[in-house]
């Protein structure tokens, strides 16, 4: 059986900026993707399908043979789960008229999948979580490390704890993998579980506590404040105070600064000093930039802080306004406080506003992704320099 993880056309919508550079399936929630969830827990070979623009640049053929077809914002469940196994051939289950699977021998597309009441067998009336905007990534994000951290240690034996100056509190909430290293720090786990991945370093001072995901070979960086609920991703550093925030890997916020309720995609970097607010003045409700409505939303939320695209960064001390949004390779500096939505390829600040050309932000991106052994390959420029030319309407100064 293959499992086919599609993008839903709308849901993949509201969370642009993240998706403009990356299916949904590649979203990073808890400890793990959410295709790495499905992988983990069903059976059977994974395959992504995007939704339009992507699709030309990613998508495969689909094998022939039956299909289960999940749709890739749902975080896996045990009764969801349950529910998907009893699925019979051309049927499926929805919730709140979102197709949430569907099996078929039938090669489908993510505009087939997306059609509201196309699927008329059955549905499903349980609980099914499912990442519909940018903020549920950080708010589902405790709920996914406990649920991660179950799945990927189970059976299985934590690494020891060898340097005698670190101090550890609920020591069966904590699972380190081979190659960590530990030195002089502080892991309380008593309000929720701490993943330390193969080859991840904690620095000394730090101080951490759970849930916590550190993924594989990122940093904790010396007198880091790590508060909780927060992730960061594979191949990452992480300083300063972070809480309730997910970095999705490859990034840096290596230097003092506050990142909270945030989530910040990859090849970014946030210049020391900066610091984002979470929560406004008056504690009303917190708006954010959405692109398919092209107007500023409500959250739902009274804490809301940062959503940053891949290869953005910003320099030292930054001061990022409640709820602000910045695009795909873009350069934020200066005094004062950026505009809440920052488009893609903007460089300045407060000051003034420029386009960063799409060859010096290629540049740039080889330079760093060079960092990590990585290499900005054919088809990521071309998905680059296709953004850059479908957000020219945002830069209104252009």
């Known amino acids: ?60 053929p689909l094998p022939k043979g039956p299909k289960l077809y999940i749709n890739a914002s749902v975080l896996p469940g045990k009764e969801l789960i349950e529910k998907i196994n009893e699925l019979k051939d051309s049927q499926g289950l929805q919730c709140d008229d979102i197709l949430i699977a569907y099996k078929s021998t039938e090669n489908l597309d993510s505009e087939n999948l997306s059609t509201k009441n196309m699927f008329e067998e059955s549905e499903y009336f349980g609980e099914a979580d499912l990442i519909c905007n940018s903020w549920d990534i950080f708010k589902f994000n405790t709920s996914q490390i406990k649920s991660d951290f179950s799945l990927i240690t189970e059976g299985r034996k934590s690494q020891p704890l060898k340097d005698p100056h670190s101090i550890i509190y609920n020591e069966e909430n904590v699972f380190i993998e081979e190659g960590a290293t530990i030195k002089a720090a502080i892991i309380n786990a008593e309000n929720g579980p701490i993943y330390i991945g193969k080859n991840a370093t904690v620095e000394e001072g730090a101080i951490i506590r759970g849930s916590f995901a550190l993924c594989e070979g990122s940093f904790v960086n010396t007198g880091a404040k790590i508060r909780g609920d927060s992730t960061i991703g594979p191949y990452s550093k992480a300083g300063g105070e972070i809480s309730n925030s997910v970095i999705f890997g490859y990034s840096n916020k290596g230097h003092d600064g506050f990142l909270g309720n945030s989530v910040i995609g990859e090849w970014c970097n946030i210049g020391a000093d900066t610091n984002t607010s979470n929560l406004k003045n008056n504690y009303d409700e917190v708006k954010l930039w959405n692109y398919s409505k092209e107007k500023f939303i409500k959250t739902g939320e009274q804490f809301c802080g940062l959503i940053m695209a891949d290869h953005s960064k910003c320099g030292i001390n930054t001061m990022f306004n409640t709820g602000t949004s910045v695009g795909v390779g873009a350069n934020i500096f200066g005094s004062g406080f950026p505009a809440n939505f920052i488009p893609s390829f903007f460089w300045g600040g407060p000051q003034g506003k ?28 071309d998905i680059l320099e296709m953004i850059f030319r479908s957000t020219k309407k945002y830069r209104n100064w252009e």
């Open 1 to 60: 059986m293959t499992i086919v993880l599609f993008d839903h056309e709308d849901i993949r919508a509201d969370l642009l900026p993240l998706t403009y550079t990356r299916p949904i399936a590649d979203i990073r929630c808890g400890i793990l993707t959410i295709r790495e969830k499905w992988q983990k827990y069903m059976a059977g070979d994974i395959h992504v399908i995007c939704a339009a623009p992507l699709d030309r640049f990613l998508n495969k």
């Open 354 to 381: 420029a386009t960063f050309a799409i060859n010096k932000m290629l540049e740039t991106a080889r330079i760093v992704m060079s960092r990590r052994n990585k290499t900005l390959d054919k088809t990521n420029e």
